[in-house]
């Protein structure tokens, strides 16, 4: 069975930082791009970012585009994003979702607050 | 950036109604356009991908058609499990986007 878990949310300040973690299962992680998305509260979905399956693609959204990177370890299984310069409307749950988008985690949710 | 809108924003349907919801997009597409589905609370779930393709586990009351700019879900008989959101979603060009959604709730 495919499993994605996200973890790492939480509180951020203004200004700061925080890592998202993608934790998969049930299939070979290895051969699979990735995507990470995202919903404001009581908004819809918002796509963020890609990765390759190697790591070597990536590919954001204008509104994260230099404050956040997409990694990834296939060894681990494991997706990330570094959150950097944090503002109040990265205030989200975050998704993670395989290439076709056919399996997502239960998300994470992130709020930017002082 | 591709802009994708949906049609209507949201509706009132009855159980036992056909329902259908149409997502047209800034720019051609070809067929790369997916459909999830948004319980609150919960992640989105797949439908179809590839404008008409049924994802695995997903009933054949959903369906999708479409090519280019015009898109369209249907959802033949409606049931209680299916008052939802939903999304299109185009995955042809970086940055993929989103529709805004279409909310199917109870008459």
């Known amino acids: 069975e495919v499993q994605l878990v996200e973890s790492g949310g939480g509180l951020g300040q203004p200004g700061g930082s925080l890592r998202l973690s993608c934790a998969a299962s049930g299939f070979i992680f290895s051969k699979y791009s990735m995507n990470w998305a995202r919903q404001a509260p009581g908004k819809g979905l918002e796509w963020i970012s890609y990765?390759?399956?190697?790591?070597?693609?990536?590919y954001y959204a204008d509104s994260v585009k230099g404050r956040f990177t997409v990694s990834r370890d296939n060894a681990k299984n494991s997706l990330y994003l570094q959150m950097d310069s944090l503002r109040a409307v990265d205030t989200a749950i975050y998704f993670c979702a395989n290439s076709g988008f056919d399996f997502w985690g239960q998300g994470t949710l992130v709020t930017v607050s002082s | 950036d591709i802009q994708l809108t949906q049609s209507p924003s949201s509706l009132s349907a009855s159980v036992g109604d056909r329902v259908t919801i149409t997502c047209r997009a800034s720019?051609?597409?070809?067929?790369?356009l997916a459909w999830l589905q948004q319980k609150p609370g919960k992640a989105p779930k797949s439908l179809i991908f590839?404008?008409?393709r049924l994802q695995s586990g997903v009933p054949s009351k959903f369906s999708g058609s479409g090519s280019g700019t015009d898109f369209t879900l249907t959802i033949s008989s409606l049931q209680p499990e299916d008052f939802a959101t939903y999304y299109c979603?185009?995955?042809?060009?970086?940055?993929?986007?989103f529709g805004p959604g279409t909310t199917v709730g109870i008459k």
């Open positions: 590839g404008s008409s």
């Open positions: 979603l185009q995955y042809n060009t970086y940055p993929f986007t």
């Open positions: 720019q051609g597409i070809s067929n790369s």
């Open positions: 990765i390759s399956s190697s790591g070597a693609t990536k």
